[in-house]
């Protein structure tokens, strides 16, 4: 094999070689390309999640609030219960007294 030989096969392979990556290059740009439909309904999709959390958001700071306001009324109305059952209790305490007061001044 001369050396013209040589120069022009060391071309054809270069050149054989440079259409093959162009062709890959070719290829990988027409299966990963997202068209300009794709990018709009990703920026729809998007502001559809940050629109969600947003609202999930103001859901938990409700739910948060609304929880603390029932521990607080819950808190309230046992106090409420116990200050009933101490003025029953003494309620009953008080008309025992009164009762064994009378039988004593209908026996007396």
């Known amino acids: 094999m001369s050396r013209t ?20 290059n070719w290829l990988i740009h027409r299966f990963t390309r997202v068209s300009r439909s794709d990018v709009g309904e990703l920026e729809r999709m998007a502001q559809e999640l940050h629109e969600a959390e947003e609202t999930r958001d103001q859901a938990i700071t409700y739910l948060q609030k609304r929880e603390a306001e029932l521990t607080n009324q819950l808190s309230q109305t046992e106090a409420e219960l116990n200050a009933a059952m101490e003025g029953l209790r003494d309620a009953r305490h008080e008309a025992e007294e009164l009762r064994a007061y009378i039988e004593r001044a209908q026996q007396g």
């Open 5 to 24: 030989e040589f120069i022009i096969a060391t071309a054809i392979i270069l050149f054989v070689a440079f259409c093959m990556g162009w062709f890959a």
